[in-house]
């Protein structure tokens, strides 16, 4: 679906006559609406004992690995591209922010099929999706607002605002609709399911709209876990009819429109070659952070590889956020540095969404041991996050 939207942008006449007619706006509001689908059915699909166990290595994982590439990716626009410090910063950010839109799905359906769930992968995975991107948005917002000197304590203040007004919506919503449909009314399905896809939505677009966009994504995850844990087994036939929605009209829009958002006429050869080494770099890096991050949970080698490929896949944030900085440019060297920054964004999803989306799913089932019951939810370690096996006492003998 991801190639096929880039195809249909990019070819000739067919581009012309297609990809480019979509309306920005449209395809805007169509991919959110699809990775509000997306994340609510996550959000339903969490185990949320597993999450609190796993609270600090998400926490890990979200920021350490973001932070990392941001850091690096900005160091080498610096050198590379001669970017001012801000500048810099920003592309850093930009190049930083994983895609909830292909990490998010690739992880779901891997979930389903059983694999990694006896580890917690699926779960610890799609809980620091959103944690990643406020992160990834909010330090862009900071940037874009100190290099166009519009900096204010809000913008200094946006991480842990989006952080607090992402889960303080989400929880609110979620106790809101559980009061609405307790679980002891069996015939309100259809009832359940409508007030959760209106509040998701309208929670995704009114944060976006006062411009909280981070804070959109986790709020709506919140709303599905809080709805999950509140309505019980009711939860279960909402959760399959959001699957099917996604399934059959969802999943198609948005892949196809992420595709279809990257713009190959906006890429010059020596942007691509500083783009594809800043990428690669940072790949690295990142790829060594989430090591890192994970350097403190009992799990496999491989369990971690996989971890780390699955936390590669760029899209969605880049191309919401890749031309804000040309739009605010208004002298002929920011606007240089914007298109560049645009151009490395629009390289970013070309290079990483459609592999990371294809070896998540051809990886997945390879890396990661699959459990005897696939109905199961992430059950995780059965003790904490960062414990350690426990020695036997001596004198003591060994449990069975």
Known sequence: ?????????????????????VDPAWSSALRLGALTLILTRAGLAMDLDALRRLRFVVLR?????????AATAGLLASWLLDFPIWWAAMLGFVVAAISPAVVVPSLLQLQEQGYGVTAGIPTMVVAAAPLDDVLSIAGFGIC????????????????????????????IGSALLVVLTPSSDEEAFELRLLLLLGAGLA???????????????????????GCARGWGAAAKPVSSSIADLWTRLAQPLLFSLVGASVVVEALDAETVAAG?????????????AVFVALSFRRMKYQEKFFTALAWTPKATVQAAIG??????????????????????????????????????????????EKAKDPDLEDAGPDKADDAVPAETMPGEPESK
């Open 1 to 21: 679906m991801l190639i096929m939207g880039f195809l249909l942008r990019n070819l000739p006449v067919v581009g012309e006559q297609i990809g480019s007619q």
């Open 61 to 69: 994982l979200a920021a350490l690995p973001c932070l990392s590439e």
């Open 144 to 171: 874009l607002g100190s290099n166009f000197a519009e900096t204010s304590w809000l913008s200094y203040a946006r991480a842990p605002l989006e952080l607090v007004l992402g889960l303080g919506t989400g929880l």
């Open 203 to 225: 929670t995704a677009f009114g944060l976006r709209e006062v411009g909280f966009s981070g804070a959109s994504a986790l709020a709506v995850l919140v709303l599905g876990a």
């Open 276 to 288: 594809l080494l800043i990428i690669f770099l940072g790949g690295l890096v990142r790829f060594g």
């Open 323 to 368: 031309a804000l900085a040309l739009d605010e440019a208004t002298t002929l060297t920011e606007q240089r540095f914007g298109r560049q920054l645009l151009a490395v964004a629009v390289l970013c999803i070309l290079v990483t969404a459609p592999p990371g989306a294809a070896l998540i799913a051809v990886l997945g089932p390879r890396l990661l």
